[in-house]
């Protein structure tokens, strides 16, 4: 399952202009973070129909943010 937001662009542009790089930066990954738990407590969710011991769902973890050709992401699985 992977997520893709559209009509940042113009947001991440002002903060460009109002942010030195590395305070964007923390603001990225923070905004990354939060937005790795909503998913991970969605997936949760879809594991509560079928979860027998709530192993699988104490199993779902938020990895580190990580960039790659340009792009962060953080992995949730």
């Not at 909503?38 to 879809?46: I, L, T």
């Not at 769902?57 to 699985?77: A, C, D, W």
Request: negative net charge.
């Amino acid at each position: 399952m992977s997520v893709e937001f559209k009509g940042f662009e113009d947001i991440y542009k002002n903060l460009q202009n109002q942010l030195s790089e590395q305070a964007l930066s923390r603001v990225t990954n923070k905004a990354l973070i939060a937005g790795a738990k909503e998913v991970s407590k969605a997936v949760s969710d879809e594991f509560e129909d079928f979860k027998d011991t709530g192993a699988s769902q104490e199993e779902i973890v938020i990895g580190k943010v990580t960039s790659s050709n340009g792009y962060k992401s953080v992995l949730v699985g």
